[in-house]
């Protein structure tokens, strides 16, 4: 079964390494200011030509109040008003990429994060839903997946009912942790009954999906306490799970410089809550999809994955990989073909830029046949846990073993130690590697040892 998973201690302690998370290869680090404008008006031409569907992403950078755990990029305040130039500048980007594409490419996806998305006013929703559906081919009958990130704290019901009527049908909702010791350390103070309302109400709504993010190795956490957080989330019953390891990052990311690292668990204790945590889930009938994400048999995911359909891109697992993902709004990152691009991650020079009618564009990467080959094996590995050498080799035109001889030793090595299956003919990874396939993508990753591991998450 795609879904069993063997703990074998001794050797996540061996294969737990920094590294990529893998929503892209090759990934973030690697973009550089010599891709500009001029590239993403190329690759929106060549998307036109082709014809390809669309996955719209759109930035939302706003949140009233700080989590000192956060790493995404983010602007904190209280004034609601700021959010108004940020749209004219969001609305003005969304008219200049569009007139580039064909108006018969639909957007089978669109997801708002941020940031807090409804930290907009119902009014600015509305506003900025229209200027979508105006210069974008969106779906109106339901059958898009239409998602957006929810703070409960910052949602009630006439907010779904209203995210409801705009279109969207999937929503995923920040929890993290319910014990109140760890939502203190932390600067997030949200109820159960604050979560299970905004719940309540997408089911009501007959909102698709529902997906719950929580994180464990945060300060105050232990394994008992976040065990009885595990067993309320799954008596919520969501739909998908993400269950992701807190990186204490404190020289990157300023919030983090206000936790008290010594009230962080041991990494002993963070295996332990990870482990229980996968015992929990699995009793429940959720099955591991892969890379902290867990999902219902039913759910779309472990359906993709069944079928050797499901597909990884900076939105996470999708089953949209097939399309061209256009982002949107301070720092969103597009995948259009072989190009990825960045808009600027300071909020000054974004709006600047479209002030001037020119677009947010400041960094990106063009892949070129190994990146493209790479990322094939690395898509294999990290969405079915199974790489079949036969259809690298008739894609790409190569001969595996000799394309990757230099690697071989390593694969051998992952091989006696129980990670993987390893012949002539495919790679597979066992139940032991499954929470460790990141490690197992890292072999082929021809970027990583020039990177400074220290910029990347461990493994577990």
């Known amino acids: 079964m795609l879904d069993a998973i063997r703990w074998d201690t001794d050797l996540i302690r061996r294969y737990d ?40 992403y759109v930035h939302v950078p706003f949140c009233a109040n700080i989590c000192y755990y956060c790493a995404c990029n983010k602007v904190i305040t209280k004034d609601r008003g700021r ?14 990429v569009a007139c580039h594409l064909d108006p018969n490419q639909k957007v089978e996806q669109l997801h708002f994060g941020g940031g807090t998305p409804t930290f907009l006013s119902h009014d600015e929703l509305r506003q900025l839903m229209a200027q979508l559906r105006k210069h974008f081919n969106l779906l109106d009958d339901d059958s898009g997946d239409y998602g957006i990130e929810i703070d409960p704290r910052e949602a009630d ?39 299970r ?14 997906n719950i993010d929580l994180i464990y190795g945060l300060p105050k956490q232990t394994a008992d306490n976040f065990a009885r957080t595990v067993e309320e989330v799954i008596s919520l019953q969501p739909d998908r799970l993400s269950v992701f390891n807190y990186a204490h990052l404190p020289e990157r990311f300023m919030p983090q410089r206000r936790i008290n ?22 009793a429940a009938g959720y099955r591991y999809i892969g890379m902290d994400h867990f999902a219902l048999p039913d759910d779309e995911l472990a359906i993709a994955q069944e079928e050797s359909t499901l597909q990884r891109n900076f939105q996470g697992y999708t ?26 991650s300071d909020l000054n020079e974004y709006q600047n830029a479209l002030a001037n009618s020119q677009l947010g564009t400041s960094r990106g990467l063009l892949c070129n046949q190994d990146d ?23 894609d790409f035109n190569i001969d595996f073993r000799g394309y990757f001889a230099g690697l071989w030793p ?47 998450s461990r493994v577990i």
């Not at 709004?329 to 990825?340: R, T």
């Not at 990322?375 to 294999?380: E, G, K, L």
Request: include cysteine; aromatic fraction near 6%.
């Open 17 to 56: 390494l920094a590294g990529p998370r893998y929503t892209s290869y090759p990934t973030a680090v690697q973009f550089n200011s010599q891709v500009g404008t001029f590239d993403l008006l190329h690759a929106l031409r060549d998307s036109r030509k082709a014809r390809r569907p669309l996955s719209l």
């Open 83 to 96: 959010a108004q130039p940020y749209l004219q500048r969001l609305e003005q980007e969304i008219q200049l």
């Open 157 to 195: 019901w006439s907010t779904m009912g209203l995210l409801r009527e705009l279109g969207f049908n999937r929503v995923s909702i920040g929890l993290q942790d319910l014990d109140p010791a760890v939502q203190r350390a932390v600067n997030r103070l949200q109820s159960l009954e604050e979560t």
């Open 197 to 210: 309302a905004v719940i309540d109400a997408a089911r009501t709504l007959q909102f698709r999906s529902i």
């Open 261 to 282: 690292s010594d009230d962080l668990p041991a990494p002993a204790e963070k295996l332990k809550m990870l482990e229980r945590t996968i015992e929990q889930l699995t």
């Open 319 to 344: 089953t949209h990989g097939h399309c061209d993902l256009i982002g949107l709004g301070v720092s969103a990152i597009s995948q259009i073909g072989d190009l990825y691009c960045q808009n600027s």
């Open 372 to 394: 493209r080959l790479r990322r094939a094996v690395i898509q294999q590995l990290i969405c079915g846990f199974r790489l079949e050498f036969a259809t690298v080799e008739q």
């Open 410 to 456: 390593q694969l051998q090595a992952m091989a006696e130690d129980g990670l993987i299956e390893l012949d002539r003919e495919k790679i597979l990874v066992l139940p032991a590697g499954r929470l460790l396939v990141r490690s197992v993508c890292m072999v082929f990753d021809a970027y990583l040892e020039q990177q400074n591991r220290q910029r990347f």
